[in-house]
């Protein structure tokens, strides 16, 4: 059995309100009705954080991400006061990465200095796209104006990293559609933009009344000269969804992808934590209510399970071939707590397939690997 060391630890917080629930999202998420609770649900946070902090050994926060739900419905004051309180109770590293999601609404855009002056280094814009009809039919509240707007504004507020989400393979959408987007996104000079596949999750309004989606051959051709355009502008593809110019990467994903730790406080918030040589992930109840009612007592807990050894190299591979980086044999022993010779025969059998390649002791997809990687999983569980 090779030593299971603890790696980096990560921070996410779940906000769970919208203005208005997405058809297409699958987040834990809910339309608010006049009252955010504000106040109340910072103190759910804070003794959540405080339940989790009695599971684990003491160590710097690399990253925090505060996802949503619409994390920019939440008053500077409010975030202020969570983010003192994290900072009493954790040690940041000196490099951390504060991530807020935001929309691009133009309420939300006018509190995009405050947000800066908090301390939150990077703004993540849920965009989708910059056409109306698209908006539309995704059912998002901004218009493409306020979507161009607030990026403009969150440059003024001062930040340095900024990640714009976009979709493609939307319904009836074109390759000069798609085009577009990416056209406008890279004019705006953004550090990261994510480009994601719309996908037709379960027990979302899409999946019970499916939109009229381009046929799969489309989708993978708009998709490809999407990535030309965006390598052609100088962002690098460090992950299937993921583009960035050098140095704006992602913190938090990345810990995600390499199999690092991290706590989820929130309603529905997920975290996986190493200690003493065990894997462990735990989830909170995930109604805002509920959870207000019992945050810091064992009732706020939705699940608690270890990763068996059986389950780890499936769940660390789901994670690591996602970046094009890919992971060291040593890597996988740290993270995992396994020996590499179980897997060995393994990658062997796939780099012979040219799903993966080995080059300076990094595992990683070939992009025919990327192109199948359920299938490139599906060896591993």
């Not at 900072?87 to 940041?92: D, I, K, M, S, V």
Request: charged share 20%; with cysteine; proline share 6%.
């Amino acid at each position: 059995m090779a030593s299971l060391t603890p790696p980096p630890l990560s921070l996410y917080i779940h906000l769970p309100w919208c203005v208005k629930k997405c058809p297409y999202c699958d987040f834990n998420s809910h339309t608010y009705h006049g009252d955010l609770q504000e106040k109340r649900y910072i103190d759910a946070l804070l003794a959540d954080l405080d339940q989790d902090l009695q599971q684990i050994q003491p160590r710097p926060i690399h990253s925090i991400f505060i996802g949503g739900g619409t994390p920019s419905l939440f008053s500077p004051d409010s975030l202020q006061r969570l983010l003192e309180g994290i900072r009493a109770r954790l040690t940041l590293s000196q490099d951390i990465e504060i991530t807020l999601e935001a929309n691009p609404g133009t309420a939300e855009c006018t509190k995009f200095k405050h947000y800066s002056q908090l301390g939150i280094h990077r703004l993540s814009l849920g965009i989708q796209s910059f056409q109306e009809d698209k908006l539309v039919s995704l059912g998002r509240i901004h218009n493409a104006k306020e979507a161009i707007q607030a990026v403009a504004m969150a440059q003024k507020a001062g930040f340095q990293r900024i990640n714009l989400d976009l979709m493609f393979g939307l319904p009836n959408q074109s390759l000069a559609d798609a085009l577009y987007d990416i056209d406008t996104a890279i004019a705006l000079e953004p550090g990261h933009i994510s480009h994601y596949q719309l996908t037709l999750e379960p027990n979302t309004l899409f999946a019970k009344r499916p939109p009229a989606l381009p046929p799969e051959d489309d989708i993978y051709h708009l998709q490809q000269h999407c990535q030309e355009k965006l390598a052609a502008h100088g962002y690098q593809r460090y992950e299937i969804s993921a583009f960035a110019h050098p140095g704006k990467e992602c913190k938090h994903n990345l810990n995600y992808w390499r199999f690092g730790d991290y706590l989820g406080i929130g309603a529905g918030a997920h975290g996986k934590y190493t200690q003493a040589g065990t894997i462990r992930r735990r989830w909170k109840i995930r109604h805002p209510q509920h959870y207000m009612e019992k945050a810091g007592g064992l009732g706020s807990i939705g699940g608690d399970v270890e990763v068996e050894n059986q389950q780890r190299p499936l769940e660390f591979m789901m994670n690591a071939l996602r970046l094009k980086s890919g992971f060291t044999p040593e890597q996988y022993e740290q993270r995992t707590g396994l020996p590499w010779s179980e897997q060995k025969p393994i990658i062997d059998n796939l780099v012979a397939d040219r799903l993966l390649q080995s080059k300076d002791n990094f595992i990683c997809c070939t992009e025919k690997g990327w192109n199948f990687l359920n299938t490139v999983l599906e060896v591993f569980s």
